[in-house]
């Protein structure tokens, strides 16, 4: 099972920034599309940012003009810029590959691989 890692998360205050970082494995060539989610205490998991195969993007109205997702292929890896972070955007936040390569020559597959989360808290 393919395992994503989250990295990134800590603590800032309300104004701040941060930007979290999503890996894969060597196992993974490349991830095409994947999703940012989040679960704040009580709450359910909800989508933040998703970024699809053609790097067309979309965002959670909340986090709209604040957050940024991007891909970096060559690296394996999705970030999640996050700025003028509010105390309301604390959670644990989760990477989901939706769509990966396994090799150059590989053709795009459908897959739902998560991470175990990095927590954000923003102090007010």
């Known amino acids: 099972q393919v395992q994503l890692v989250e990295s990134g998360g800590g603590s800032v205050q309300s104004g701040g920034s941060m930007r979290l970082t999503c890996a894969a494995p060597?196992?993974?060539?490349?991830?095409?599309?994947a999703g940012w989610y989040r679960q704040a205490p009580g709450k359910q998991r909800e989508l933040v940012a998703h970024?699809?195969?053609?790097?067309?993007?979309n965002y959670a109205d909340s986090v709209k003009g604040r957050f940024a997702i991007s891909r970096e292929n060559a690296k394996r890896k999705v970030y999640l810029q996050m700025n003028s972070l509010k105390p309301e955007d604390t959670a644990v936040y989760y990477c989901?590959?939706?769509?990966?390569?396994?090799?150059?020559?590989?053709?795009?597959?459908?897959?739902?691989?998560w991470g175990k989360g990095t927590l954000v808290t923003v102090s007010p």
């Open positions: 970024i699809a195969n053609d790097d067309s993007t």
């Open positions: 060597a196992s993974i060539f490349s991830i095409n599309a």
């Open positions: 989901n590959a939706d769509k990966v390569k396994y090799d150059p020559f590989d053709s795009v597959r459908n897959t739902d691989y």
